[in-house]
């Protein structure tokens, strides 16, 4: 896997999308979207932290057949800037009267990596991105069946809010007391 080049647009695949790719059917109508949605305009990335969802308990099998998988794919690192930009998300979250504890910690680090990298995060799971840090760009319903039930799957590209954030997040940094320094 590669480092992300940030001359580059990327659109960071949240880790649902990439174990519905399990299924043949909703891997190909999700590509489809992929394709259609971004072309070659966009390169696709995955967090460390989804590389860290996708292998845990996996079996040896399962494990070789991911890393093949995703070897071609761009990977953000989980550095400590992403760390404290995903604690910070949760704090913002907090003060818009959200509880950050329905969000999962992966996501909070998929939209720090987002937010700094200024790219687009792919999801089926909208809720794990919220209104009005981040915005819904492209919403598509995708219609399967699974033992002759229909089932649909809402997949969306959603876009950090980076002019929301920086003033929710300058807001919080003006009711931080000053902290002196030891003399």
Known sequence: MSRPNLSKNYVILDSNIIQYFNNELLASKILGILRDAIGDSYSLAISDFTFFELLN?????????????????????????????????????????????????????????????????????????????????LNKLIEYEVKGAQKFLNVAFLKPDVEVIGKYHASRLKQLPLIKSPT
Do not use: W
């Open 57 to 137: 308990g996996s079996t040896i099998k399962k494990e070789q057949e991911m890393v093949i998988h995703l070897n071609g794919i761009t990977r953000f690192y989980v550095k400590k800037t992403v760390l404290v930009a995903a604690a910070h998300l949760g704090c913002l979250y907090k003060e818009d009267g959200m509880d950050p504890g329905n969000i999962d910690i992966g996501d909070l680090i998929i939209g720090a990596s987002a937010v700094l990298s200024g790219s687009y995060v792919f999801t089926a799971n909208i809720r794990d991105f919220p209104v009005p840090f981040f915005k819904v760009e």
